[in-house]
Protein backbone atom coordinates (compact mmCIF):
# COMPACT_ATOMS: atom_id res chain seq x y z
CA UNK A 1 0.00 0.00 0.00
CA UNK A 2 2.65 2.35 1.08
CA UNK A 3 4.47 1.50 -2.71
CA UNK A 4 1.81 2.50 -4.11
CA UNK A 5 1.06 5.65 -2.73
CA UNK A 6 4.55 6.77 -2.84
CA UNK A 7 4.03 5.66 -6.79
CA UNK A 8 1.10 7.54 -7.18
CA UNK A 9 2.66 10.69 -5.60
CA UNK A 10 5.87 10.64 -7.78
CA UNK A 11 3.82 10.10 -10.60
CA UNK A 12 1.25 13.23 -9.58
CA UNK A 13 4.73 15.65 -8.78
CA UNK A 14 6.25 14.61 -12.08
CA UNK A 15 3.01 15.83 -14.29
CA UNK A 16 2.68 18.68 -12.42
CA UNK A 17 6.78 19.59 -11.81
CA UNK A 18 8.29 18.61 -15.24
CA UNK A 19 6.50 21.03 -17.51
CA UNK A 20 6.93 23.76 -15.04
CA UNK A 21 10.56 23.33 -15.61
CA UNK A 22 10.27 23.51 -19.54
CA UNK A 23 7.88 26.21 -19.37
CA UNK A 24 10.54 28.54 -17.07
CA UNK A 25 13.49 27.18 -19.15
CA UNK A 26 11.75 27.71 -22.84
CA UNK A 27 12.13 31.52 -23.06
CA UNK A 28 15.58 31.67 -22.20
CA UNK A 29 16.64 29.09 -24.63
CA UNK A 30 14.40 30.95 -27.34
CA UNK A 31 16.50 34.52 -26.40
CA UNK A 32 19.97 34.14 -27.12
CA UNK A 33 20.18 36.03 -29.76
CA UNK A 34 18.74 39.41 -27.63
CA UNK A 35 20.68 38.30 -25.19
CA UNK A 36 23.67 39.11 -27.43
CA UNK A 37 22.66 42.59 -29.15
CA UNK A 38 22.43 43.36 -25.38
CA UNK A 39 25.87 42.58 -24.41
CA UNK A 40 26.70 44.39 -27.30
CA UNK A 41 25.44 47.85 -26.19
CA UNK A 42 26.27 46.61 -22.52
CA UNK A 43 29.66 46.88 -24.48
CA UNK A 44 29.42 49.76 -26.81
CA UNK A 45 28.27 51.66 -23.39
CA UNK A 46 31.10 51.04 -21.34
CA UNK A 47 33.38 51.72 -23.93
CA UNK A 48 31.83 55.37 -24.21
CA UNK A 49 31.30 55.98 -20.52
CA UNK A 50 35.02 54.62 -19.72
CA UNK A 51 36.21 57.54 -21.71
CA UNK A 52 34.42 60.23 -20.96
CA UNK A 53 36.94 61.05 -17.27
CA UNK A 54 39.39 61.33 -19.86
CA UNK A 55 37.61 63.83 -21.96
CA UNK A 56 37.12 66.20 -19.11
CA UNK A 57 40.47 65.64 -17.91
CA UNK A 58 41.42 66.69 -21.41
CA UNK A 59 39.35 69.93 -21.21
CA UNK A 60 40.60 70.98 -18.02
CA UNK A 61 43.72 70.92 -19.40
CA UNK A 62 43.08 72.50 -22.84
CA UNK A 63 40.16 74.29 -21.40
CA UNK A 64 38.76 73.07 -25.21
CA UNK A 65 37.75 69.79 -26.34
CA UNK A 66 39.43 71.03 -29.79
CA UNK A 67 42.26 68.66 -30.63
CA UNK A 68 41.08 65.64 -28.62
CA UNK A 69 41.89 62.52 -30.42
CA UNK A 70 41.41 58.84 -28.95
CA UNK A 71 45.48 58.81 -28.91
CA UNK A 72 45.31 62.09 -26.59
CA UNK A 73 42.41 60.51 -24.53
CA UNK A 74 44.65 57.51 -24.13
CA UNK A 75 47.44 59.95 -22.50
CA UNK A 76 44.81 60.30 -19.43
CA UNK A 77 43.43 56.84 -19.67
CA UNK A 78 45.41 53.43 -21.25
CA UNK A 79 42.58 51.23 -20.94
CA UNK A 80 40.25 53.57 -22.97
CA UNK A 81 38.47 50.70 -25.88
CA UNK A 82 37.34 51.07 -29.42
CA UNK A 83 35.89 54.45 -29.87
CA UNK A 84 35.72 57.32 -31.92
CA UNK A 85 36.21 61.12 -31.12
CA UNK A 86 34.91 63.87 -33.02
CA UNK A 87 35.21 66.77 -30.69
CA UNK A 88 33.20 70.35 -32.04
CA UNK A 89 35.15 72.78 -34.77
CA UNK A 90 34.41 75.83 -31.77
CA UNK A 91 35.90 72.63 -28.72
CA UNK A 92 33.05 73.59 -26.15
CA UNK A 93 31.50 70.08 -27.65
CA UNK A 94 31.87 66.41 -28.58
CA UNK A 95 30.69 63.27 -30.00
CA UNK A 96 32.27 60.28 -28.65
CA UNK A 97 31.13 56.56 -30.45
CA UNK A 98 31.89 53.13 -30.15
CA UNK A 99 30.53 50.09 -32.54
CA UNK A 100 30.33 46.56 -31.03
CA UNK A 101 29.35 44.44 -33.24
CA UNK A 102 26.13 45.86 -35.00
CA UNK A 103 25.73 48.10 -32.40
CA UNK A 104 26.43 51.98 -31.87
CA UNK A 105 26.00 53.89 -28.89
CA UNK A 106 27.47 57.70 -28.59
CA UNK A 107 27.26 60.80 -26.40
CA UNK A 108 27.09 64.16 -27.79
CA UNK A 109 28.84 66.84 -25.66
CA UNK A 110 29.29 66.98 -21.69
CA UNK A 111 25.59 67.37 -20.83
CA UNK A 112 23.97 64.58 -22.57
CA UNK A 113 23.26 61.11 -21.83
CA UNK A 114 24.16 58.33 -23.88
CA UNK A 115 22.28 57.31 -26.81
CA UNK A 116 21.83 54.47 -29.78
CA UNK A 117 23.32 55.47 -33.31
CA UNK A 118 26.84 57.48 -33.68
CA UNK A 119 28.04 61.19 -34.08
Sequence with gaps: MIRRRAFLLAVA?????????GWLLG????????????????????????SIPAMEAYYADNSSYA???VEALRAYD???GDVQVIPSADG????????????????????????????
Design 67 to 69: GAT
Design 13 to 21: VSLLVLPGC
Design 92 to 119: FDYCIASTVGTTTVSKHGPASDLQAGGC
Design 27 to 50: PSVGESGEASMSSDEDAASANVRA
Design 78 to 80: YGI
